[in-house]
């Protein structure tokens, strides 16, 4: 593969998130909204108020036996908060790369379309492989640096308010190394994959957003079936999960080449 014609893709792609408000917004918004505003809120709401304000959370303390939960969290507000930003958040944390690699995917696909581009794009010597490559890395790296910095923002933002409110650090599970480095960008690579698979059907950038949204449900409903003590999180079990997430995602990403048609493609165009 020639690596100066897939570079030379990733930073056009690259150019044009920048510089598209309709991607852009998605990139700033949802991470701000999942990793700040909601569990500084919800972390306000536990220390601050009665506990039995937070909806939920009398299904939380059920699980408070569960997990291994530090001593220094003595009361009751404090331990279901940790459980809920430790355990029950992390599968927010994958709902943003699957969501980012999804949006800039479709962009870089179906956008392209849109804007008249990938023609040309389709009739220079890049090869099919080369294609893909570049495609699945300019949305893959951006989607996982996205991901690291909202794990970032979330880590500073409710250990500072935590330490402010309680004098504690309330993220310290170690469940989010295995999730961040290996869970976030297993799930990034498949929802990339599918949003790759139907972008190359799909005439347009709202058609492709719609389909490949789907990869998503399965982490909401995850969250749903771990607040009622279905699923237990640990790292052990993020580690498995992960691994078996990164094989499908390469047979799907395999599955790519063989259906590609440059052909077809133009034909939709």
């Given amino acids: 593969m020639n690596w100066h014609r897939i570079r030379t893709i990733i930073k056009k792609d690259i150019r044009e998130i920048t510089s598209n408000p309709s991607v852009l917004l998605p990139m700033i918004m949802v991470p701000l909204l999942l990793c700040v505003f909601i ?29 291994d939960i530090p001593a220094a969290l003595s009361s009751v507000n404090e331990k279901a908060s940790y459980i809920f930003l430790n ?37 220079t010597p890049v090869t099919n492989r080369e ?25 500073l933002v409710t250990n500072v308010m935590s330490l402010f409110l309680k004098g504690l650090f309330i993220v310290q599970a170690w469940i989010w190394l295995p999730s961040i480095l290996l869970l976030a960008p297993s799930v990034s690579l498949l929802g990339l994959s599918v949003t790759l ?3 190359l059907k799909s005439k347009s950038f709202m058609e492709a957003q719609q389909l490949s949204a ?3 449900l399965p982490l909401i409903a995850l969250i749903g079936i771990q607040i009622t003590g279905v699923v237990v999180f640990k790292p052990f079990y993020v ?21 590609f048609s440059r052909e077809k493609i133009i034909s939709t165009l």
């Fill in 39 to 67: 569990p500084s809120f919800l972390l306000f709401l536990a220390f601050r108020l009665d506990l039995s304000m937070l909806t939920g959370v009398d299904l939380i303390q059920r699980l408070i036996p569960v997990y």
């Fill in 87 to 123: 355990y029950t958040f992390v599968p927010f944390f994958m709902i943003i790369p699957v969501m980012m690699a999804s949006i800039i995917a479709a962009n870089s696909v179906v956008g392209e379309k849109e804007r008249k581009t990938l023609e040309t794009l389709l009739y």
């Fill in 214 to 216: 789907l990869v998503v």
């Fill in 131 to 155: 294609f893909l490559t570049a495609k699945l890395l300019s949305s893959f790296i951006p989607a996982l640096l996205l991901a690291w910095v909202s794990f970032g923002l979330f880590f």
């Fill in 197 to 199: 698979f139907v972008s």
């Fill in 239 to 259: 580690v498995i999960l992960s691994a078996v997430i990164l094989l499908i995602s390469y047979l799907a990403i395999g599955k790519l080449d063989p259906r």
